[in-house]
């Protein structure tokens, strides 16, 4: 489920106020977003604006330079990108430019992948954390699961457990946590824990 818009009634047309939200899924077509519209219990020449936080589906299913868009030429759109997508964006952002925290994320990852499998998860029972690929913010999870599973984390790798289908390569390149936790690890660790304490209060104040 994603979005959520807002109608305003235009104070200078009509006295009465009115506000309108819904929670809209990512697979919404046009015949969507025009039964929304169409749905709304006020009249539509008294709706000054219509506020919805950026996905670009949504964008496209109601704007009013398309043909096939909701909204009719004049009625104000504004587009407002949530607090976890600015966040999120601004992890990916510095992905692109500093190779260091892109490899080392590639690494994590790697391990993450690893370690979800169930067998591994069976052996060695720990409780491994997800990676939605669209919610980078969700990285601390995985830096946090390393750093307090590094020892089991070392073992698993030292014992010769990891998945027949690595190849060499790999297999060298998640030998970084056995001489412990690398300075660069440590400082990102550090970045992302206030980023996600936000992200998470945000969610329970929505």
Request: charged share 20%.
């Amino acid at each position: 489920r994603h979005g959520l818009f807002s109608c305003v009634c235009n104070p200078g047309k009509t006295d009465r106020h009115q506000f309108f939200d819904t929670t809209i899924s990512t697979n919404w077509t046009y015949e969507d977003y025009h039964t929304w519209f169409d749905s709304l219990k006020v009249n539509k020449n008294h709706v000054a604006g219509v506020v919805g936080d950026g996905l670009t589906a949504q964008v496209k299913g109601l704007c009013h330079w398309r043909p096939e868009g909701a909204l009719f030429p004049g009625l104000q759109t504004v587009y407002i990108r949530r607090l976890n997508h600015v966040l999120n964006n601004a992890i990916v952002h510095a992905r692109k430019q500093c190779p260091l925290l892109n490899e080392l994320m590639n690494r994590v990852h790697q391990i993450i992948i690893i370690f979800k499998n169930h067998d591994m998860r069976a052996r060695y029972k720990i409780r491994v954390p997800s990676i939605p690929e669209t919610r980078w913010l969700y990285i601390y999870d995985t830096l946090f699961f390393i750093f307090d599973n590094l020892e089991t984390i070392n073992t698993a790798l030292r014992s010769g457990d990891l998945p027949l289908s690595l190849s060499r390569a790999t297999r060298e390149q998640l030998q970084w946590t056995r001489d412990g936790i690398p300075p660069l690890f440590k400082d990102a660790l550090m970045i992302f824990k206030p980023l996600k304490l936000l992200y998470t209060k945000t969610i329970k104040t929505v």
